[in-house]
Nanobody, 124 residues
Framework: QVQLVESGGGSVQAGGSLRLSCAASGRTFSGYAMGWFRQAPGKEREFVAA????????YYADSVKGRFTISRTLAKNTVYLQMNSLKLEDTAVYYCAADYGISPRRDVDEYAYWGQGTQVTVSS
């Protein structure tokens, strides 16, 4: 069993930056692909970014490409999401997800483990 705990959310003005963290525990972090998703009120959960177990491959949603960066440290069992140039439409609850496997994946249904989410609010 893998437990995921997100942190780093908060309120920021448009154009600002936030760094989300997701700490994993319960078993070895190695071998798990990780992802970040978000869900805004009244909308479905959507893919944001994903990273392979080794960190060598990353995927991004078009809406965040060039602004967000996903990374991970195996030693600290942690995955990060650096969010720059934040926009109003980035406001959502952000979720960390994990699943055993080498390759990063974009589909909500491909992840077995989820964190509780952290709120990100971008204001004008």
């Amino acid at each position: 069993q893998v437990q995921l705990v997100e942190s780093g959310g908060g309120s920021v003005q448009a154009g600002g930056s936030l760094r989300l963290s997701c700490a994993a525990s319960g078993r070895t972090f190695s071998g798990y692909a990780m992802g970040w998703f978000r869900q805004a009120p009244g909308k479905e959960r959507e893919f944001v970014a994903a990273i392979s177990w080794s960190g060598s491959s990353t995927y991004y949603a078009d809406s965040v490409k060039g602004r967000f960066t996903i990374s991970r440290t195996l030693a600290k069992n942690t995955v990060y999401l650096q969010m720059n140039s934040l926009k109003l439409e980035d406001t959502a609850v952000y979720y960390c997800a994990a699943d055993y496997g080498i390759s990063p994946r974009r589909d909500v249904d491909e992840y077995a483990y989820w964190g509780q989410g952290t709120q990100v609010t971008v204001s004008s």
